[in-house]
């Protein structure tokens, strides 16, 4: 099987690449290295992983579907992992027009490459933010979402009213993630490193992809 990944070069896009192809998958790896926080990183987690045919970067900024198009044409695919996306509530603020091209129509770039290429699964990611004003404690799955308080999150709510809509024809997951920290958060972890140093969530879910 082959997984297209987005945002590969990131925390946890690292963390899932890494995972897919210890257990014998191929991966195309998709991030553009942007400079919201420092590109070497990013770079020296692509360089972590382990070495082989089975992975294959492109730099490239999903949110130009012209771009995507002709960079993907000839690279089959069998699933897509979507963690690419411009991060940061705070810096939703100072930049919004990076959150609308990343955020928005990145993600109806990624629903129409699933649903024209009739991926098994397109698995992406949201996030915690949803949940906004929501004085409920802890979050459940079920409680409204209709009060976000960022850019950011509405940006990342939208994605889901996106990925729900009849237009996207392919089956798909998603993550409401908060805040990551663990092994690679500062330093790229080595094809050496253990599982148990993985989140959970990147162990679990796209290795049960089917």
């Known amino acids: 099987m082959t997984v297209l990944v987005t945002g590969a070069a990131g925390f946890i896009g690292h963390h899932v690449t890494h995972a897919l192809l210890a257990r014998g998958e191929s991966v195309v ?23 082989g045919d089975a992975f294959r970067f492109l730099e490239l900024d999903f949110s130009d579907h012209e771009a995507l198009a002709r960079a993907l044409a000839e690279l089959p695919f069998d699933r897509i992992v979507h963690l690419g996306a411009q991060a940061g509530v705070r810096h939703s ?39 906004g004003g929501n004085k409920s404690l802890p979050f459940r799955v079920e409680d409204r979402v209709d009060h976000p308080v960022s850019l950011y999150a509405a940006t990342k709510k939208a994605d889901e009213l996106m990925g729900s809509s009849p237009a996207s024809s392919s089956p798909a997951s998603r993550s409401r993630s908060s805040t990551r920290a663990g092994c690679g958060a500062t330093s790229p972890i080595s094809p050496t490193s253990p599982p148990a140093c993985w989140p959970r969530w990147t162990a679990r879910r796209p290795t049960t992809m089917r």
């Open 29 to 51: 790896g998709i991030d553009n290295l942007n400079s919201y926080y420092d590109p070497q990183l990013k770079r020296d987690r692509l360089a972590a992983l382990p070495a």
């Open 93 to 131: 603020i100072d930049n919004p027009r990076a959150y609308v091209s990343a955020n928005l129509a990145g993600h109806l770039n990624m629903l129409e490459l699933a649903r024209h290429r009739q991926v098994g699964h397109f698995v992406y990611a949201s996030s915690s933010s949803v949940y």
